[in-house]
């Protein structure tokens, strides 16, 4: 009887943490290393990126319209060096795309925006990174960062 | 001939039907035809939001417009994209200190979009987003970072809907 419950259990944990694993592994993620951005902004400087973007992607059918929704989580964790002060700058977000379609794939390029937070004197500017993502309804996914901008507004 | 509409909400959802006259009211255009639709709309915006980033949490009144672009482009291999920017020209006020924000932001997006089943194909999309603006502090009080959730829909008769998801979440900046 007791062996029962300890198999039980045993089968309860996996099954749980199967789950636990699915719904948190990063589906894909990105290195980066040493992007230079395109700064727009007159106070702040061109900065080196490196770092990870981290992709996360759900698939559901809708039954009746056979429409996939691909919800996509884009997460950064960024350092940064000043090309012109040598500071060091952080930046880390995440943001959700949710994208419906009757296809077996979809394709969004979207703005994904960051604060770059200056860690001296330099001051903080906005990252305006530009993603590439291609999703297929198994949840593959493949994504590039095609641009990376500095703002700091007006 | 069928006319444009963006629908925005607010709590309430609001029509503006806009006067356009589409060259393509019921498409894109002919696949392969680089043909496009545009349109957009000026939204006035009069709100408040909450200040977490003072102490205590302030309230700021902002005015000025969501003014979103849209713009359906067919390309050569028939495929259809949507490219929609959102644009945020936005005043703000902190109702207790007087301290005067400015938000003048957008956001651009270029979504592949769905064909609807039907000979010859129609482009439909839906997609849900976060869009993230700065209201620069016209003073020495951090600056703020909105975030509004917008559930943007265009059909198979290019009427386009924009639904509000919530208010806007406010995040303090360096």
Known sequence: ?154 | MVGKKVIFGFGLIIIVALAAAPAYPQSCGAPGSNSNVNFNLHQPISQTVTNSCASPAATVTLGGEFFFEFHCETKANGDFHEHWTSHYNLTGVDTATGVKYVGKDQQNYDLKMDPDGTFPPVPTSDFRTNDKFKLIAQGPTPDLTMTQSLHIKVDANNIATVQKDGNPVVKCSK
């Open chain 1, 1 to 154: 009887m007791q062996g029962c419950r300890k198999i039980s259990l045993a089968i309860l944990l996996t099954v749980v943490c199967a789950g636990l694993a699915a719904a948190q592994a990063p589906a894909y993620t990105a290195t980066l290393q040493n992007q230079v951005t395109t700064n727009s902004c007159s106070a702040g400087e061109p900065v080196a990126l490196s770092g990870t973007i981290s992709y996360q992607v759900a698939v559901s059918t809708d039954p009746t319209t056979g429409a996939n929704t691909f919800t996509i989580t884009a997460s950064s964790n960024l350092n940064g060096v000043g090309q012109t002060t040598g500071g060091n700058y952080t930046a880390g977000d995440s943001s959700d795309y949710i994208v419906s379609s009757t296809q077996p794939s979809t394709e969004a390029v979207v703005e994904f925006k960051s604060d770059l937070t200056s860690q001296g004197s330099a001051p903080s500017m906005t990252l305006v990174q530009t993603l590439d993502i291609v999703v297929d309804a198994s949840g593959n996914i493949s994504a590039q960062v095609t641009g990376n901008t500095t703002q700091c507004g007006n």
